[in-house]
C-alpha cells in the first residue's frame, strides 16, 4: 500500500518551518505532488497537540498515511504510529520526553521566531509521560534515523529504544540533522510515497 498522505511533526520550540519540513514538503512538491502533506504549529500542550492531530487527521485513509516527526516530534509521531499502525520515520527522536522536565519546563523563545515565547508547564511533563511508549511497543514498520553527534539528545538511549525498528546510526551528525537532504530519498521509499 503507497502513502498518499504524509503528516510532519516539528520539535520542540520548532515550527512547520523547520529546516527539515521546508526541504522534505519543497522535495515533496517537486517528486510526489500527489502525496497530501501536513504539518501544523503544534501546541505547547502534549494532549493538545494530540487532539490538534487526531482532528486535522480525522479523514485520513488508514492504508496509506504516514508520519514523520523530529525530536520531540519523533516522540508524538511513535505514539501516533503505534495509535494509528501507520509507517513513520523519526529523526533523533527523544526518547522518554517526560525525563527532560527540568529542561522543558519553563518559558522558551521559538526558534524561528525568537520574538515569540512559549510556556511549557509542569503539568505538560505529565502529559508527556501518558505518551511515552515501551521499547517494546515502538512499531517495528518505523525508520530511526539517529545522529551519534546530536548535541541535545543522547544517541545511546534514541538506538536502544529503537533497535526493533529499520535503526540508521550516523557516525557524526547534529541534532537538527543538518545533512538531512541525502535522507529525503531514502525516506520516500521507506514510506513507499505516492508517485
Given at each position: ?26 522535495w ?9 502533506w ?15 492531530i ?11 498515511s ?5 525530536s ?41 521566531d ?58 557524526q ?23
Open positions: 500500500m503507497s502513502t498518499t498522505h504524509l503528516l510532519y511533526l516539528h520539535g520542540f520550540r520548532s515550527s512547520p518551518q523547520s529546516t527539515k519540513a521546508c526541504l522534505l514538503h519543497n515533496l512538491s517537486a517528486h510526489y505532488p500527489g502525496v497530501t501536513l504539518a501544523p504549529q503544534l501546541p505547547t500542550s502534549p494532549q493538545d497537540a494530540m487532539a490538534l487526531d482532528t486535522l487527521t480525522a479523514q485520513w485513509p488508514h492504508d496509506g504516514a508520519v514523520v516527526g523530529s520531540l516530534g519523533g516522540f508524538y509521531a511513535t505514539f501516533v504510529a503505534r495509535q494509528r499502525g501507520w509507517p513513520s520515520v523519526v529523526i533523533n527522536p527523544a526518547v522518554a520526553a517526560h525525563t527532560h522536565g527540568e529542561r522543558l519546563v519553563g518559558e522558551h523563545p521559538l526558534w524561528h525568537p520574538s515569540q515565547t512559549m510556556h511549557f508547564l509542569p503539568s505538560h511533563v505529565d502529559e508527556l509521560r501518558a505518551l511515552a511508549l515501551a521499547r517494546a511497543d515502538v512499531p517495528s514498520n518505523t525508520m530511526a534515523i539517529v545522529a551519534k553527534g546530536d548535541e541535545v539528545l543522547d544517541w545511546r538511549d534514541m538506538a536502544a529504544h529503537y533497535q526493533h525498528a529499520q535503526l540508521h546510526l550516523l557516525a551528525g547534529d541534532h537538527g540533522l543538518s545533512d538531512f537532504e541525502p535522507w529525503l530519498e531514502p525516506i520516500a521509499d521507506f514510506l513507499q510515497l505516492s508517485a
